[in-house]
């Protein structure tokens, strides 16, 4: 009759300033590392900043932030665990290395079960890693969370540009705030796709150049924050915060 | 729940709610007196005078690989896998196979979630 999770997502998220979906149409153009490090940046600012961790079947941000050993507390719902002073969840957590196969009903009684059971202290900033595409998470983040804005990323490729160009035509007919797009992993600055995607109905933020040091830097959190990538990602974070 | 019994009660115009039958997936796994306590507490707490009926719902998956049936045995995860699943029921897709054909593809059909099943009240 009545699902009484339903009942609860707005008051869970209630103490949260701002909600921000870190997304894309396409995989791989660095939407985890993005979410990761914007939260990592934001803490070391003094904001009070969140971490979630929602691409259920490939989770990577534990990975980010070397995140092992924790889980969250059980009271009154789930308090989340802290990682260099961002409060964190991921399905990683329940699951640990085992892959964890999930169709669309299943991502979205996962979603909602977590939204309905963590506890965010009041934040500053609750930052999305959401999975790419269009599909059943996408559907559900418009749904079920108000006050929820997009940072969009791509890559500068035209593959990922035109799944980006779809996701924004999406965005904007639902009237979905859309902070911006951040161009990851330019090699180059004359393959930069800044003009076409200042085409694009949403603002460029900017781009973040490919840094090989973030490879050796996985895992660590003051190693990330130290990246020519943290770097350039918190420039951006200071036009949009 | 019990701010989904109020909303129910809001939106049908109840005056006050008389009784309520909740159903527990098995998933779940809920601690059936510690969930009865708090709602007792919670409901005194809001002056509310209400029955509450339990009813536990088995769980039961279904292969989309083969179409076999089984039901969920806790027995059969470890002890921080059934905390898990209590968690979030879903990830009992990370450590359950079909028994038959060992695919990972399966639906939960019934047996997960906490839902208000029906709601007695008076206008």
């Known amino acids: 009759m009545l699902d009484p999770r339903l009942s609860v997502i707005d008051e869970r998220l209630s103490r949260v300033k701002r909600i921000m979906a870190i997304s894309s149409g396409k995989g791989g153009v660095g939407k985890s590392l993005i979410a ?36 969250p507390v059980e ?44 506890r965010w202290s009041p934040l500053d900033y609750l930052i999305l890693d959401t999975p790419p595409g269009l599909g059943d998470l996408l559907l559900d983040l418009l749904r079920l969370i108000k006050r929820l804005s997009f940072l969009v990323v791509t890559t500068p490729s035209r ?8 996701l924004i ?9 859309i ?14 796709l800044g003009e076409e995607i200042k085409k694009l109905d949403a603002a460029f933020l900017g781009s ?8 050796k830097a996985l895992g660590d959190p003051e190693k990330l924050l130290e990246t020519k990538f943290a770097e350039k990602l918190s420039e951006i974070l200071n036009a949009i915060q | 729940m019990i701010s989904a019994v109020f909303k129910i009660a809001e939106e049908r115009g109840l005056r006050r709610v008389v009784e309520v039958k909740i159903k527990i997936g098995e998933l779940q796994q809920i ?57 979030i029921p879903e990830v009992a897709h990370a450590f359950l196979r079909c028994p038959r054909c060992n695919s990972p593809d399966f639906k939960i059909v019934r047996g997960r979630g906490v839902w208000i099943e029906s709601l007695r009240g008076e206008r």
Not at chain 1, 169 to 177: E, I, M
Not at chain 1, 208 to 215: Q, S, T, Y
Request: with cysteine; glycine share 6%; proline share 6%.
């Open chain 1, 179 to 192: 902070i911006g797009v951040i161009e990851n992993m330019l090699m180059d600055s004359s393959q930069s």
């Open chain 1, 208 to 215: 973040i150049p490919l840094d090989p040091g973030v490879e």
């Open chain 1, 36 to 71: 990761a490090v914007s939260a990592l940046i934001l803490a070391r600012r003094g904001f009070k900043a969140g971490l979630l961790d929602l691409d259920f079947t490939n989770p990577s941000s534990s990975v980010i932030l070397g995140a092992r050993s924790l889980y």
């Open chain 1, 159 to 166: 593959l990922s540009l035109e799944t980006v160009r779809k």
């Open chain 2, 31 to 87: 601690d059936l007196d510690a969930f009865k306590l708090a709602l007792s507490q919670l409901s005194q707490q809001y002056s509310m005078d209400v029955k509450f009926e339990f009813e536990i719902e088995k769980a039961e998956f279904k292969c989309k690989a083969c179409g076999n049936l089984w039901p969920f045995n806790r027995d059969e995860l470890k002890p921080e896998e059934q905390e898990a699943v209590h968690i």
């Open chain 1, 75 to 118: 009271d009154r719902g789930m308090v989340p665990p802290k990682i260099s002073g961002v409060e964190y969840i991921s399905i990683t957590f329940f699951a640990g290395d085992e892959p964890s196969p999930l169709r669309g009903e299943d991502v979205t009684n996962a979603f909602v079960e977590i939204l309905a059971l963590v």
């Open chain 1, 169 to 177: 035509l999406l965005l904007r007919s639902v009237k979905a705030p």
